[in-house]
C-alpha cells in the first residue's frame, strides 16, 4: 500500500494527475464466466462487488475510479449512497462505506460535489479529494419536489452545459385516471399541471423550491432516463401499460405485450409530448389515442398529430431507467458517441414472459440518432422464459463510464456492480 501511494504521489507530481494513472493502469482479469453476462463479441466482464445493498439503483464512477451506487429506500430500512474503493489493483472492490438517509436514484459527480435526487429534493455533499465519505451533512438544491403514491417516484438528473439541473417528475397514473376497466379520463388532464414532464433548475444555488413554473417540457408518463448529451437533453420513458386488463374488449394480451413501446425523447424547452392522450405503437411507429380519451387502437392521425415525436424507441415495457452517453475510447469506434441504457425489466407482461432486464445501446452517427437499437448486456434474468419479476436474478439500473473507457453496470436486487471490458480478438 505504501508503494503503491509513493508511485501515486510521484505521478501527481509530475503533472500527469490521478485520472490518467487510472487511464493507464493495466485493465484487470476478467471473470471466466464473465460474471453471468453474455455479451459481444471481443467483450469481457468481471464483477466488481456482489452487491452494495438492495435497492441499487444508479451508477458514477470517478477519474480515480472510486464507484458511488444510490439505494433506494426498500420498506422500512432508509437508502442512501453507498461509495466503493479497489485499494489492490485487482479491480474488486474491497471497501465500502454508507452515507446519508434518504433512498435515491439520480447520481452525477460536479465541481466537487456529489448530487443526488432523492423521491421529493435535489440535494448534494461536498466531496473532499481523496475521501470516499464526506464528513458535511447534504445540503438541498430544491426540495418540495411532487412525490407520489403508486409507483414512479424515482428521479433521476442531467446538468447542462450552462449551469442548469434537469429533473423528471412522474406520475403514477397509467393515463390520468384510476386503474379500473374501460375508465374514461379528464380531459384535459390535471395532474400536468405539477407532474408528467421535466424540470429545469439552477445547479448551485441552494434553497430553491419546486414550482411549476420551473416546467421544462411536458407531457411524459415517467422519463426517468435522464442524459445531457451533444448539447442537448435526451430522456427515455417508461410507457403505458394494462391495456388487455383494463380494455379487455380492445386488446389482446400480445397486444398489450409489444405494442405501447418506450420512446426517446430530444427535448427542448417548452416540448409537448403525447402522455397520457397519446402512445407509441409498435406495430407501425405511429401515434394512438389512449383508449381512456376514446381510441380503439386502430386510428391514426388526429389529435396525436400535434405532440412532438421521438427520435427512436424501444421494445414494450423495457422500463428505460439510465441513459448514458458513451465518450471514451476503449471501445470500438461504433460506440463512441451513442446512448447506452439500462433497462429495468416488465413486471406485468402476465400472462406473457416479462420482456427487458438488459442494457442496450443507441447508435449515433454525427451527434443524431442512427438506426435501430441493439441488446449489449444480457443474461441479468438468470433463467428464460422469466414469467415473473421476482424470479430474476438481477435487473439492471444504471450504467457509468469509468475513466478507462471501461463501462461499469449496476442492478436492483443486490446492487451488484459488473466491469465490462473490450479486449477484442486478444480476450
Known amino acids: 500500500m505504501k508503494r503503491a501511494m509513493l508511485v501515486l504521489v510521484a505521478v501527481c507530481a509530475s503533472g ?20 453471468g453476462l453474455t455479451l459481444p463479441a471481443g467483450f469481457c466482464a468481471l464483477v466488481v462487488s456482489e452487491g452494495a445493498g438492495e435497492g441499487g439503483r444508479h451508477i458514477l464512477v470517478t477519474p480515480t475510479g472510486d464507484i458511488y451506487v444510490s439505494l433506494r429506500n426498500i420498506g422500512p430500512r432508509p437508502g442512501g449512497i453507498a461509495g466503493l474503493r479497489d485499494t489492490n489493483g485487482d479491480g474488486k472492490a474491497d471497501v465500502m462505506e454508507r452515507f446519508g438517509t434518504n433512498g435515491a436514484t439520480g447520481l452525477v459527480m460536479r465541481n466537487g460535489y456529489l448530487y443526488y435526487a432523492t423521491t421529493t429534493s435535489i440535494e448534494r455533499f461536498k466531496m473532499t479529494p481523496g475521501e470516499l465519505k464526506p464528513v458535511g451533512l447534504a445540503e438541498a438544491i430544491v426540495s418540495g419536489m411532487r412525490g407520489t403514491t403508486g ?10 452545459d450552462a449551469g442548469n439541473v434537469y429533473v423528471n417528475i412522474g406520475l403514477p397514473s397509467n393515463a390520468c385516471t384510476e386503474r379500473i376497466p374501460n375508465a374514461v379520463a379528464p380531459d384535459p388532464c390535471p395532474m400536468l399541471t405539477d407532474g408528467g414532464g421535466i424540470w429545469r433548475f439552477k445547479a448551485d444555488i441552494v434553497g430553491q423550491t419546486y414550482s411549476p413554473a420551473n416546467r421544462y417540457a411536458t407531457g411524459m408518463r415517467q422519463p426517468v432516463a435522464l442524459a445531457w448529451h451533444n448539447g442537448k437533453l435526451y430522456a427515455a420513458m417508461n410507457s403505458r401499460d394494462s391495456l388487455n386488463t383494463l380494455y379487455p374488449t380492445k386488446f389482446t394480451d400480445e397486444d398489450n405485450a409489444f405494442r405501447p413501446l418506450e420512446p426517446l425523447l430530444e427535448i427542448s424547452e417548452g416540448d409537448v409530448y403525447g402522455w397520457p392522450y397519446c402512445w407509441l405503437d409498435g406495430k407501425n411507429n405511429k401515434m394512438r389515442l389512449a383508449p381512456e380519451y376514446g381510441g380503439d387502437g386502430k386510428e391514426e392521425g388526429g389529435r396525436c398529430a400535434q405532440y412532438k415525436q421521438p427520435v427512436a424507441a424501444f421494445p414494450a415495457h423495457y422500463a428505460p431507467v439510465g441513459l448514458m452517453p458513451y465518450t471514451g475510447t476503449q471501445f470500438p469506434a461504433k460506440y463512441r458517441g451513442g446512448l447506452f441504457m439500462a433497462a429495468h425489466g416488465s413486471h406485468n407482461n402476465t400472462p406473457l ?75
Open 16 to 35: 500527469l494527475g490521478t485520472a490518467n494513472l487510472v487511464g493507464q493502469r493495466a485493465l484487470p482479469a476478467c471473470d471466466t464466466n464473465d460474471g
Open 151 to 160: 409507483g414512479h417516484q424515482d428521479k433521476d438528473i442531467a446538468f447542462d
Open 353 to 427: 414472459p416479462q420482456a427487458g432486464y438488459q442494457v442496450v445501446f443507441q447508435p449515433f452517427v454525427n451527434g443524431k440518432v442512427s438506426g435501430k437499437f441493439e441488446v449489449f448486456a444480457d443474461g441479468f434474468k438468470g433463467k428464460e422464459p422469466l414469467m415473473s419479476p421476482a424470479d430474476a436474478v438481477a435487473r439492471p439500473n444504471g450504467t457509468a463510464q469509468g475513466p478507462d473507457g471501461s463501462l461499469y453496470i449496476t442492478e436492483s436486487v443486490k446492487g451488484k456492480i459488473w466491469r465490462v471490458i473490450y479486449r477484442g480478438s486478444s480476450r
